[in-house]
T-cell receptor, first 115, second 113 residues
Framework: AQKITQTQPGMFVQEKEAVTLDCTYD???????LFWYKQPSSGEMIFLIY????DEQNATEGRYSLNFQKARKSANLVISASQLGDSAMYFC????????????WGAGTKLIIKP | NAGVTQTPKFRILKIGQSMTLQCTQD?????MYWYRQDPGMGLKLIYY???????DKGEVPNGYNVSRSTTEDFPLRLELAAPSQTSVYFC????????????FGPGTRLTVT
């Protein structure tokens, strides 16, 4: 079974609109962490935001926020007021447990912002 | 502060050749990782290291070897290259392995023909 599922292979969004990128995860660990990364066409991986399983508040970083619904095992990334520079691949990743240094990655969502 | 650097940026190998992908970080991070990213896919962990002298296998270690003699360097060795190893390879590092983000190098695009 997939541990990280990103169901939207591609999305088109109008500039200045908000966008939600979906991520669902599967783990039996109580302690885990969820990460979102951006990969522009230039290829580098850029960290965006982190949510720990015990964090009571949804994580926010500037225009990025994470809609964390623990019971549904979802960790959707919300980008407010989208910009042309937000066009990129977006990856959700999970770290399971407290003694595991590995990240499990989703297949990604390609986001294209239209002017 | 250069962050994580990788060399080379591009490489074409013939089947059966060997090569070493270099990775260096100057952030004094204990944890380092090698990933591969196949077209249209997410990243798969090849090997990781939690400190100098300590390495362990990730999800897809076959066909690769690593060493970690210093905190800064974490080279990845490909022996007997195969077309299935055509991919983009990323090196990453992190300070705290669990809650801190991983910092990535720019990647090496490898083609095996």
């Amino acid at each position: 079974a997939q541990k990280i599922t990103q169901t939207q292979p591609g999305m088109f969004v109008q500039e200045k609109e908000a966008v939600t990128l979906d991520c669902t995860y599967d783990t039996s660990d109580q302690s885990y962490g969820l990460f979102w990364y951006k990969q522009p066409s230039s290829g580098e991986m850029i960290f965006l935001i982190y949510q720990g399983s015990y964090d009571e508040q949804n994580a926010t970083e500037g225009r990025y926020s994470l809609n964390f619904q623990k019971a549904r095992k979802s960790a959707n990334l919300v980008i407010s007021a989208s910009q042309l520079g937000d066009s990129a691949m977006y990856f959700c990743a999970m770290r399971e447990g407290d003694s595991n240094y590995q990240l499990i990655w989703g297949a990604g969502t390609k986001l294209i912002i239209k002017p | 502060n250069a962050g994580v650097t990788q060399t080379p940026k591009f490489r074409i190998l013939k089947i059966g050749q060997s090569m070493t992908l270099q990775c260096t970080q100057d952030m004094n991070h204990n944890y380092m990782y090698w990933y591969r990213q196949d077209p249209g896919m997410g990243l798969k962990l090849i090997y990781y290291s939690v400190g100098a002298g300590i390495t362990d296998k990730g999800e897809v270690p076959n066909g690769y070897n690593v060493s970690r003699s210093t905190t800064e360097d974490f080279p990845l060795r490909l022996e007997l290259a195969a077309p299935s190893q055509t991919s983009v390879y990323f090196c990453a590092s992190s300070y705290l392995g669990l809650v801190s983000e991983q910092y990535f190098g720019p990647g090496t695009r490898l083609t095996v023909t």
